[in-house]
């Protein structure tokens, strides 16, 4: 279970759709999802010739189109590319609630665009740390650098794992089973837990095979992420429930929080309850349960 801090991460992100920035039909639909996430790239979904389409496709849905309680957010291109630049000249003023900032390797591009950001916030009276990051860390050198990428900004919310890129880069090819990204895929929960930050699963590309995508989902889960990238329509409520404490775990952490809690004042330590001890860290494991329902039910 990821170790969430409740009063930095405010919201749910079980479920993080990627959509073309340059298809306006494609982000209109998209609102009607009922997703926790909407991204709207500019990045590897959009042609080279379409940027500057993108671009202004996406400032104006920001500005006109209602996303309800979906999170708006929007990809840009990596720092090294010619791209970035217009990128953050075009959409930082349509005022996305997050920038996703992909093939991150140290905290220089966290730390750029949060100052550009806060020169902005400045300038037109908006609420200081309005505007998220999250960031994607798909190269080697990216998973090496986790730790530094995690303490970069105070404006950085979670971490994307990018696993097609990490294959390139690792020189493999990808595979159903996942082995070959698996230990950085664990390294990237390990250390969002440790800086209080969630932790985003990768896509799986096969949007037909919704039995895989269950089971990878419900893997991703049990091993700390928080949730899922996505990028069809399809795969939103198969990742949701995945990322949504049941009822019977939900019901479980409450007898546990109320049992300890109540034994505490008593001056116990641990406690057994149908023949299971019940100590500190069963406790705190409970109340993980909870903040993630409290989360999921509130965004």
Same mark, same amino acid.
């Given at each position: 279970?990821?170790s969430l801090d409740i009063s930095k991460i405010s919201r749910s992100r079980r479920a993080l759709l990627y959509l073309?920035?340059?298809?306006?039909?494609?982000?209109?639909?998209?609102?009607?999802?009922?997703?926790?996430?909407?991204?709207?790239?500019?990045?590897d979904g959009v042609a080279l010739t379409n940027k500057e389409v993108a671009r202004q496709t996406i400032a104006d849905?920001?500005?006109?189109?209602?996303?309800?309680?979906?999170?708006?957010?929007?990809?840009?291109?990596?720092?090294?590319?010619?791209?970035?630049?217009?990128?953050?000249?075009?959409?930082?003023?349509?005022?996305?609630?997050?920038?996703?900032?992909?093939?991150? $390797?140290? %905290?220089?591009?966290?730390? *750029? +665009?949060?100052?550009?950001?806060?020169?902005?916030?400045?300038?037109? =009276?908006? !609420?200081?740390?309005?505007?998220?990051?999250?960031?994607?860390?798909?190269?080697?050198?990216?998973?090496?650098?986790?730790?530094?990428?995690?303490?970069?900004?105070?404006?950085?919310?979670?971490?994307?794992?990018?696993?097609?890129?990490?294959?390139?880069?690792?020189?493999?090819?990808?595979?159903?089973?996942?082995?070959?990204?698996?230990?950085?895929?664990?390294?990237?929960?390990?250390?969002?837990?440790?800086?209080?930050?969630?932790?985003?699963?990768?896509?799986?590309?096969?949007?037909?095979?919704?039995?895989?995508?269950?089971?990878?989902?419900?893997?991703?889960?049990?091993?700390?992420?928080?949730?899922?990238?996505?990028?069809?329509?399809?795969?939103?409520?198969?990742?949701?429930?995945?990322?949504?404490?049941?009822?019977? $775990?939900? %019901?479980?952490?409450?007898? *546990? +929080?109320?049992?300890?809690?109540?034994?505490?004042?008593?001056?116990? =330590?641990? !406690?057994?309850?149908?023949?299971?001890?019940?100590?500190?860290?069963?406790?705190?494991?409970?109340?993980?349960?909870?903040?993630?329902?409290?989360?999921?039910?509130?965004?």
């Amino acid at each position: 279970m990821c170790s969430l801090d409740i009063s930095k991460i405010s919201r749910s992100r079980r479920a993080l759709l990627y959509l073309p920035g340059d298809d306006l039909h494609k982000i209109q639909k998209a609102i009607t999802l009922g997703v926790d996430c909407i991204c709207m790239d500019i990045e590897d979904g959009v042609a080279l010739t379409n940027k500057e389409v993108a671009r202004q496709t996406i400032a104006d849905s920001l500005k006109r189109l209602d996303f309800g309680h979906s999170e708006k957010l929007v990809r840009v291109n990596a720092m090294n590319t010619a791209f970035f630049e217009d990128d953050l000249a075009v959409i930082l003023p349509a005022h996305p609630d997050g920038v996703v900032i992909p093939k991150v $390797e140290d %905290s220089r591009p966290i730390q *750029i +665009v949060s100052e550009r950001i806060r020169l902005l916030e400045k300038d037109q =009276g908006w !609420v200081s740390e309005g505007i998220i990051l999250i960031v994607i860390v798909e190269t080697p050198l990216g998973v090496l650098n986790l730790r530094e990428i995690c303490q970069a900004d105070s404006r950085l919310q979670a971490i994307i794992f990018g696993a097609e890129d990490l294959a390139v880069g690792l020189g493999v090819p990808r595979t159903s089973e996942g082995w070959e990204v698996f230990h950085a895929r664990a390294e990237l929960v390990l250390h969002c837990a440790a800086f209080g930050l969630q932790a985003i699963d990768m896509v799986n590309n096969d949007y037909h095979d919704l039995v895989t995508l269950a089971h990878e989902a419900r893997q991703g889960a049990e091993l700390g992420f928080c949730g899922k990238q996505v990028i069809h329509p399809n795969q939103v409520p198969i990742v949701q429930q995945a990322f949504t404490p049941r009822r019977e $775990e939900v %019901s479980w952490a409450e007898e *546990i +929080v109320k049992l300890y809690e109540s034994q505490q004042k008593q001056g116990r =330590g641990a !406690v057994g309850m149908e023949g299971r001890l019940v100590d500190m860290p069963v406790y705190r494991q409970a109340q993980n349960i909870l903040a993630r329902a409290s989360i999921t039910k509130n965004s």
